[in-house]
């Protein structure tokens, strides 16, 4: 091998040897950049998966609720058909009592006016089926009063009038005035837990 050969080879090996260093350099640099990447990627998923966690639960809470509301609403429409319902068909009750029955309301009905007097008001069909002693029937349960031949527009009881006083003991109006009452017995009795 001559001089130049030496020297070719010499630079070469350097070369290597510097192509090598550089390499290795390039290498352990792009591994701490890729780890850097990597840690940071995994903190970017970390953020990104609690935000998603977060966003999660946020639905499923909303979802929650309006699945909650929804349910009592549902509850509370049907509740309010159950006591419309109920509060009808004591209505009806009412109205479709056999005569001596019926009656015999009214006079329980007339007993809450005891000392109260004037002129009563009943419905067409009750006037039609009125018995011989009602008056006398009202006089025992604490009402004087006179039976009006001029039918009242009420569904079923009674108006009594004295002058300007009024008492409405029509059942509709009875009913409607104690409604609150009525629902509240129904709730306790039909949706009690």
């Given at each position: 091998m001559n001089g130049g050969e030496k020297i070719i080879d010499r630079i070469k090996a350097d070369s290597k040897s510097a192509v090598d260093a550089v390499m290795a350099e390039a290498t352990r640099s792009c591994?701490?950049?890729?780890?850097?990447?990597?840690?940071t990627a995994a903190k970017r998923a970390a953020v990104i998966s609690e935000k998603t966690q977060a966003k999660r639960r946020q639905l499923e809470a909303s979802a929650?609720?309006?699945?909650?509301?929804?349910?009592?609403?549902?509850?509370?429409?049907?509740?309010?058909?159950?006591?419309?319902?109920?509060?009808?068909?004591?209505?009806?009750?009412?109205?479709?009592?056999?005569?001596?029955?019926?009656?015999?309301?009214?006079?329980?009905?007339?007993?809450?006016?005891?000392?109260?007097?004037?002129?009563?008001?009943?419905?067409?069909?009750?006037?039609?089926?009125?018995?011989?002693?009602?008056?006398?029937?009202?006089?025992?349960?604490?009402?004087?009063?006179?039976?009006?031949r001029k039918p009242a527009d009420i569904v079923g009881g009674f108006v009594l009038k004295d002058g300007d006083i009024e008492e409405n003991m029509d059942f509709k109006a009875l009913i409607s005035a104690r409604r609150d009452e009525i629902e509240d017995l129904i709730n306790r009795e039909l949706f009690a837990r």
């Open positions: 591994e701490g950049i890729m780890q850097d990447a990597e840690k929650k609720s309006r699945a909650e509301l929804e349910t009592r609403n549902a509850l509370l429409r049907q509740r309010r058909a159950e006591i419309d319902k109920t509060v009808k068909g004591l209505q009806t009750y009412l109205q479709t009592l056999d005569d001596k029955n019926y009656f015999n309301a009214l006079y329980r009905l007339a007993a809450q006016l005891k000392g109260k007097s004037g002129e009563i008001y009943l419905n067409q069909k009750d006037l039609n089926r009125l018995p011989r002693d009602f008056e006398e029937r009202l006089k025992e349960n604490g009402v004087t009063a006179k039976v009006s």
